[in-house]
């Protein structure tokens, strides 16, 4: 099984963690984001979608999207389970993810960032407020979920760690690199906290993987 | 059974759609995201994102994020079904789902079209500009799916209409909105089309909604 993937791309982090905690082995294959390589040819062979991450398991073409492939993983490598089993459990975990994957990261990715630079001029202070903007946004949105709602646990849902934590966790994690202030969401903090001392999340890390740097400047992650 | 949603609002057409498809009776409580009313605290009290839309069953707190109200309602009505019963089939019509709810949507809500305004004061062009920009890099990773993919059919995936068309038709939707020139993607608007023969999706297009205006400037939707 290869995971097409980059050191500092939070969807690919995502499915890192979501192969670590179902003990699935993998290798992954670096296609550089800040060289543009998942636009040249021979990714788009693996996804034409030219986005990362990919996950080819082998038996047909590659997975893609990450929350597709979260999703395909659980279905088919079933404990442990990353989505609780009542439709409204369920429901409610997928919308914490959806916060996060759907409302920030979309407005975060490389090809917004270099659009936001290269075609609309923005200065780089600009550029850095519009991340942290809506980075802090989906925090503020999962902060009063998880704050308010009463299935909140020791993780997202309950005491055991799914797809909401694993966004949670990617997301919080680019705040860092974005260099967003997490001060104001407590219960967001503490449920990545809880999630980071599990080594499944915790090694998945972009700051872990090979080709990331030592330190990420303003990273808190 | 109570839908929160607004005419315009494609989250709100994509859970319409589902709702039709099952056959399932449902009040629409029209909350005005051009006046702002889902900021206001009446409407918080139902989705503390401030997002539509919400579906509240009436046994509990307000399902949210259009996405997860999907996989719910599938859930819990399984016929007719809107997801392949394959891992592999259901792992590509949700990545096909995704290319349009999370790769456009997110970049073209109202919340991210009054930033470019009031924040980055960007001129009206430069915004109409961003618009179609995201919605037709989207319509063009769909179009590459759609033509290259044995698995397409009638619909996005065989012959059976699911949730990756229910997204794709809402893409469509808003591309027209936004007055974006669909001609570039042929086999994306034969799906759409053919979806549109069906009343579920037909009746629930925004400009059908009560307080849609008779016709939007540039709409080729």
């Given at each position: ?153 020791r993780f ?34 503490r449920v990545v906290a809880e999630c980071?001392t ?24």
């Amino acid at each position: 099984m290869k995971l097409y993937g980059f050191w500092r791309s939070l969807a690919t982090f995502r499915v890192r963690i979501a192969l670590n905690l179902k003990g699935i082995a993998f290798d992954e294959v670096s296609v550089d984001l800040m060289q543009g390589e998942q636009r040249g040819e021979a990714y788009r062979q693996v996804n034409s979608q030219a986005m990362l991450p990919a996950l080819d398991m082998g038996d047909g073409p590659a997975l893609f999207q990450s929350l597709a492939i979260l999703e395909y993983l659980d279905e088919t490598y079933p404990t442990p389970a990353l989505l609780p089993s009542k439709p409204r459990d369920r429901a409610r975990v997928r919308g914490l993810a959806l916060i996060a994957v759907c409302e920030a990261h979309p407005l975060v990715v490389p090809r917004v960032r270099e659009y936001l630079e290269k075609d609309l001029h923005l200065a780089e202070p600009v550029r850095a407020e519009w991340l942290r903007h809506w980075m802090d946004s989906a925090s503020a949105a999962l902060e009063l979920r998880l704050a308010s709602d009463p299935e909140t646990g020791r993780f997202c849902h309950g005491d055991v760690p799914g797809i909401a934590d694993i966004c949670a966790v990617a997301h919080v994690a680019g705040s860092g690199l974005f260099g967003c202030d997490l001060t104001p969401y407590p219960m967001l903090r503490r449920v990545v906290a809880e999630c980071l001392t599990i080594e499944a999340f915790a090694s998945a890390h972009p700051l872990r993987q090979p080709g990331a740097p030592a330190h990420v400047a303003g990273g808190r992650s």
